[in-house]
T-cell receptor
Framework: DAGVTQSPTHLIKTRGQQVTLRCSPK?????VSWYQQALGQGPQFIFQ???????QRGNFPDRFSGHQFPNYSSELNVNALLLGDSALYLC????????????FGSGTRLTVV | GNSVTQMEGPVTLSEEAFLTINCTYT??????LFWYVQYPGEGLQLLLK?????DKGSNKGFEATYRKETTSFHLEKGSVQVSDSAVYFC????????????FGTGTQLKVEL
């Protein structure tokens, strides 16, 4: 049974560019959450998607946006990249009716230069 | 708002030593508490959880007790192994907070022979 799959695993972008990260949730899961983990820090909640809508949002600017598709997969988009956006971006999937049952992916390492 | 405070690392122990990693929290409502582990280059794995006061979570020799009176959830293991070397994150979530996870900054554990 595949867990959470994230792509790409690594990428390097230039300041001001835009980036799209992708996440396929664990089979049977319908909710996707995104977290940003800066180096040496704990993950910070960005937002959560359920039924193709953003249900919750953390303290992140509008440059961060997302989408969930009918097959429950999700994308995280970041516009106008800043050096401070360099981080590990983690996707976590869960089943909406079963809180706390999060499965995390291995993350996408984004470096902004 | 919700917050989690962990003891700073790195924590360096000899194999078979006793481990304690302190975690305290501040939360509105009645949180559920978690310990996650992150091995190098990987995402987060749930180690154990406790959903109400006085509950003890346990897994793979690790355990933690939800202490409401001291707002703590300290992680312990009686005898660590080299394979336990990783970063450990304490986290909480609240139903009122939409079940999103709030993490501490993490504690790196190094176990030496």
């Amino acid at each position: 049974d595949a867990g959470v799959t994230q792509s790409p695993t690594h990428l390097i972008k230039t300041r001001g560019q835009q980036v799209t990260l992708r996440c396929s949730p664990k089979s049977g899961h319908d909710t996707v959450s995104w977290y940003q983990q800066a180096l040496g820090q704990g993950p910070q909640f960005i937002f959560q998607y359920y039924e193709e809508e953003e249900r919750q949002r953390g303290n992140f600017p509008d440059r961060f946006s997302g989408h969930q598709f009918p097959n429950y997969s999700s994308e995280l988009n970041v516009n106008a990249l800043l050096l401070g956006d360099s981080a590990l971006y983690l996707c976590a999937s869960s089943l909406a009716m079963v809180p706390y049952g999060y499965t995390f992916g291995s993350g996408t390492r984004l470096t902004v230069v | 708002g919700n917050s989690v405070t962990q003891m700073e690392g790195p924590v360096t122990l000899s194999e078979e030593a006793f481990l304690t990693i302190n975690c305290t929290y501040t939360a509105t409502g009645y949180p559920s508490l978690f310990w996650y582990v992150q091995y190098p280059g990987e995402g987060l794995q749930l180690l154990l959880k406790a959903t109400k006061a006085d509950d003890k979570g346990s897994n793979k020799g690790f355990e933690a007790t939800y202490r409401k009176e001291t707002t703590s959830f300290h992680l312990e293991k009686g005898s660590v192994q080299v394979s336990d070397s990783a970063v450990y994150f304490c986290a909480l979530s609240t139903t009122g907070g939409g079940n999103k996870l709030t993490f501490g900054t993490g504690t790196q554990l190094k176990v030496e022979l």
